[in-house]
């Protein structure tokens, strides 16, 4: 079946770079692209950038300066980076399946804190 | 950027009722929306897909409607595992979600 899992630091210090995988399994990555998208706590996601199917990416303007997603097809695995971490940028950070503009399956999610 | 405004931001109501949750663009996206819940520690769920199309699985008490910048999820019979926040998602510029409605139960 279809599952996606997010793996990654729980902590992670002001202006330093935030690493994630993203590891999937029952599906390819070459069929369908993943979005990561990330939730502050008690407010609405934001989609943060897509690696598509053909292995091109995408990323939400306010944060391309800053988010590079690649991936490892051979290993099934999606990873975002992301740098100059400040506080704002705590939340739960998810990996989902994009079919099309809709993202039917997600992962857990991540709970990432930045603070010194 | 497309901005999506979901009224109300809070909505109580009662087993049984019928419930009307909407979600307004900030220009025309096309039917270019989806709705998720999500429930208190969880993920967030696809319910419905390009405007009205019901997710697999998903209970056909949910429905949704639309056009232009004006959108609708309806639950026709609320129950309580309905409780939740609701968010609505669009992907016709960009990609999008609302603030969400909380649904509580009366």
């Known amino acids: 079946q279809v599952q996606l899992k997010e793996s990654g630091p729980g902590l992670v210090q002001p202006s330093e770079t935030l690493s994630l995988t993203c590891t999937v399994s029952g599906f390819s990555l070459t069929s369908y692209s993943v979005s990561w998208v990330r939730q502050p706590s008690g407010k609405g996601p934001e989609w943060m950038g897509r690696?598509?199917?053909?292995?091109?990416?995408a990323y939400n303007s306010a944060l391309k300066s800053r988010l590079s997603i690649s991936r490892d097809t051979s290993k099934n695995q999606v990873f975002l980076k992301m740098n100059s971490l400040q506080t704002d940028d705590t939340g739960t950070y998810y990996c989902?399946?994009?079919?099309?503009?809709?993202?039917?399956?997600w992962g857990q999610g991540v709970m990432v804190t930045v603070s010194s | 950027d497309i901005q999506m405004t979901q009224s109300p931001s809070v909505l109580s109501a009662s087993v049984g009722d019928r419930v009307t949750l909407s979600c307004k663009a900030s220009?025309?996206?096309?039917?270019?929306l989806d709705w998720y819940q999500q429930k208190l520690g969880e993920a967030p769920k696809l319910l419905i897909y390009f405007t009205n199309n019901l997710q697999t699985g998903i209970p056909s008490r949910f429905s949704g409607s639309g056009s232009g910048t004006d959108y609708t999820l309806t639950i026709s019979s609320l129950q309580p595992e309905d409780v939740a926040t609701y968010f609505c998602f669009q992907y016709n510029s960009g990609d999008t979600f609302g603030a969400g409605t909380k649904l509580e139960l009366k």
């Open positions: 220009q025309n996206i096309n039917k270019n």
């Open positions: 690696m598509w199917y053909d292995g091109d990416t």
């Open positions: 989902t399946r994009d079919a099309t503009g809709s993202w039917d399956y």
